[in-house]
């Protein structure tokens, strides 16, 4: 025993401290809390690579045309990673006694204020979802949005982008403030005021053959007078309707509105107009 002791290195105190630190780390990541939370992490990780793979796969099946589709599964993906990677991390912090229930406090309160900052945000997905469900809006198709009728450019879960077939412009909408979206058919109607002396017998006569002849225009498939639509202070309001594109509307309600007005110069017809009537009083 004397000789072993006496032939055995002695350890220096340097080397002490190194084993006694080599110790604690060892302590540290065989504890209870470091297995737990390497189980959360590794747990988590998994999640999230089968979530990218159920997309991936999942948006395959997707026509690559339908981008509000891909934009929103995408985005329904991404909320569900962000949500795991959240639990995730509290359930560490909770594993290794970090008391997180004032952090969570505190996170409600950033995230409310957030909240009232981001609302407009906020609105505008909502919004684009329920376009999305509703499958309102196409890229490539006419519709009229908030009185604007445009072929739609693009379309997020942001904004709607079209391009006004009256102007020309291009309008930016964002989706919160989208209240009512049509999709245009291609029938349209012309809306005349006449006197109320004038006979509709005689209207229909002069109406039909301008309808004729608004039919004749390249792009007009079919034009038709439709009659009396309701009456008005000051005349009666008469209908013309036709069919085109909607692509080409407002061309051909141009082209229309020249060949009624030669019908209306032609025959006499009355347009009223407001009048004032004077009294003069002499003193």
Known sequence: MMLLAIG?????EKEERVEKSLEKVLSVLLSKGMIISATYIVAAFILVVVLNHLSKKYREKIDPADIRLNAFVRSVFNTIKGIVVVICLFAVL?????????MITGVGVVSAIAGLALQDFFKDIIMGIHIVNDHSVVVGEVVEINGVEGIVLSFSLMTTVLQDLNTGNTVVMCNRNITQVAKVNGIYDIDLQLAYSEDPDRVKEVFSEAAKEIAKNKGITRAEYLGIQRYEASGVIYRIRYYCSPKIHWPMLRASMAIIQRYIIAS??????PQMDVHHRNM
Do not use: C, H, M, W
């Not at 055995?8 to 220096?12: A, E, M, N, S």
């Not at 909770?94 to 004032?102: E, K, L, M, R, V």
């Not at 006499?268 to 107009?273: N, R, V």
């Open 268 to 273: 006499g017809l009355e347009i009223p107009y």
């Open 94 to 102: 909770q594993a290794n006694d970090i008391n997180i229930t004032s």
């Open 8 to 12: 055995r290195k002695p350890v220096t």
